[in-house]
């Protein structure tokens, strides 16, 4: 038998309890960044190329369920068992506001146009708050059928789509009405939720199936059965023609998005696989476990040498840089005693 060649991800240590949630920022003029949410209730900011450590936002007294950023990635918002919604600045990672809820937030989301944030939880209810205005009353739309998910916008933020815990299917609701328009109906309750960066598709996980929607006529495009129950799923943002799928199996699947091949099998989380994104120029994904460790990975194949490890911003307090792009994020962002570590790479192994 060929001995493949395995994929050699870089591993991004820091936190203390399962990662729960990822996003990447789009390319901004300072590069793209990752944030991750995790129950150890404080979520980090990294380079999103390098995994490089940023900082740490630190105020939940719970677990930290959702993360997200601005389309700038100037600030970012998290969802958390605390019973609130935060809102961060991401250049110094002190926190703007905080949005109480009467239960656990699940799901947050920043509008397009970065003036509008959307949180969805146990209380099955949509709110948004205006962050021109932090202080006013959210406008609530209060008859989701169960305990919100995930939750997204779409449609140059006239649409905004949620799931639920509970009970199967996407619903999208038209945000002048406040009412649901259309029901993505599946088997399962949708685990993940994603809109494709050019807006034609969404990505849905729920059971053992990761399903393809227009976006726009809301049809079925591909449906795929999945070699076990994926928790996430991503689509390749640059092509469109691969997907990544992740869950109870501890493996990060790469599929053909045409046929539904598996094309690879990333091995290497001790724990099950709760997300996985794709970065915005498709060339890398990463995946958060059970485990606590974010695992990036690139799409391509890869030569990786002894040293080509990006530099670590160890426990020192010292921030180093890969990149002069990302230098101004990291200026003032306060270190905090929980450091994350530098990446590494993984000897290859099929562990």
Same mark, same amino acid.
């Given at each position: 038998?060929?001995?493949?060649?395995?994929?050699?991800?870089?591993?991004?240590?820091?936190?203390?309890?399962?990662?729960?949630?990822?996003?990447?920022?789009?390319?901004?003029?300072?590069?793209?960044?990752?944030?991750?949410?995790?129950?150890?209730?404080?979520?980090?900011?990294?380079?999103?190329?390098?995994?490089?450590?940023?900082?740490?936002?630190?105020?939940?007294?719970?677990?930290?369920?959702?993360?997200?950023?601005?389309?700038?990635?100037?600030? %970012?918002?998290?969802?958390?068992?605390?019973?609130?919604?935060?809102?961060?600045?991401?250049?110094?990672?002190?926190?703007?506001?905080?949005?109480?809820?009467?239960?656990?937030?699940?799901?947050?989301?920043?509008?397009?146009?970065?003036?509008?944030?959307?949180?969805?939880?146990?209380?099955?209810?949509?709110?948004?708050?205006?962050?021109?205005?932090?202080?006013?009353?959210?406008?609530?739309?209060?008859?989701?059928?169960?305990?919100?998910?995930?939750?997204?916008?779409?449609?140059?933020?006239?649409?905004?789509?949620?799931?639920?815990?509970?009970?199967?299917?996407?619903?999208?609701?038209?945000?002048?009405?406040?009412?649901?328009?259309?029901?993505?109906?599946?088997?399962?309750?949708?685990?993940?939720?994603?809109?494709?960066?050019?807006?034609?598709?969404?990505?849905?996980?729920?059971?053992?199936?990761?399903?393809?929607?227009?976006?726009?006529?809301?049809?079925?495009?591909?449906?795929?059965?999945?070699?076990?129950?994926?928790?996430? %799923?991503?689509?390749?943002?640059?092509?469109?023609?691969?997907?990544?799928?992740?869950?109870?199996?501890?493996?990060?699947?790469?599929?053909?998005?045409?046929?539904?091949?598996?094309?690879?099998?990333?091995?290497?989380?001790?724990?099950?696989?709760?997300?996985?994104?794709?970065?915005?120029?498709?060339?890398?994904?990463?995946?958060?476990?059970?485990?606590?460790?974010?695992?990036?990975?690139?799409?391509?194949?890869?030569?990786?040498?002894?040293?080509?490890?990006?530099?670590?911003?160890?426990?020192?307090?010292?921030?180093?840089?890969?990149?002069?792009?990302?230098?101004?994020?990291?200026?003032?962002?306060?270190?905090?005693?929980?450091?994350?570590?530098?990446?590494?790479?993984?000897?290859?192994?099929?562990?």
């Amino acid at each position: 038998m060929d001995k493949k060649k395995v994929a050699v991800p870089l591993v991004c240590h820091g936190h203390s309890r399962p990662v729960v949630d990822l996003f990447y920022s789009p390319v901004t003029p300072d590069g793209y960044f990752l944030i991750s949410a995790s129950k150890d209730s404080t979520p980090m900011l990294r380079n999103g190329e390098t995994g490089d450590w940023i900082g740490t936002f630190e105020g939940h007294k719970g677990a930290v369920w959702s993360c997200c950023l601005d389309t700038n990635a100037l600030r %970012a918002a998290s969802g958390s068992a605390d019973f609130s919604a935060k809102l961060w600045d991401a250049l110094t990672g002190d926190e703007l506001h905080s949005f109480e809820h009467k239960h656990i937030v699940r799901a947050c989301a920043f509008s397009e146009d970065t003036h509008l944030l959307l949180t969805g939880g146990f209380e099955k209810k949509l709110r948004i708050f205006d962050l021109n205005r932090p202080d006013a009353p959210p406008r609530e739309v209060d008859n989701s059928p169960g305990s919100i998910r995930t939750v997204a916008w779409l449609h140059s933020d006239q649409t905004i789509l949620s799931s639920c815990t509970d009970i199967g299917g996407v619903r999208l609701w038209d945000i002048r009405s406040g009412k649901i328009v259309q029901t993505l109906e599946t088997k399962s309750p949708v685990t993940s939720a994603e809109v494709s960066q050019d807006g034609r598709y969404i990505t849905t996980a729920d059971g053992s199936m990761v399903k393809f929607w227009d976006a726009n006529h809301f049809g079925l495009v591909k449906s795929y059965n999945m070699p076990c129950n994926v928790e996430s %799923a991503s689509l390749e943002p640059k092509f469109g023609n691969k997907f990544v799928a992740g869950g109870e199996d501890m493996w990060v699947h790469l599929f053909d998005f045409h046929t539904g091949e598996e094309i690879g099998c990333n091995k290497g989380h001790h724990g099950p696989v709760h997300c996985v994104r794709f970065a915005p120029g498709g060339e890398s994904y990463a995946s958060g476990s059970e485990d606590g460790t974010i695992r990036i990975w690139q799409t391509g194949p890869a030569n990786h040498e002894e040293n080509d490890s990006a530099p670590g911003n160890g426990p020192t307090g010292k921030v180093k840089v890969s990149a002069d792009d990302v230098a101004h994020k990291i200026e003032g962002f306060h270190i905090s005693s929980k450091e994350g570590k530098a990446p590494e790479k993984e000897k290859g192994t099929d562990a």
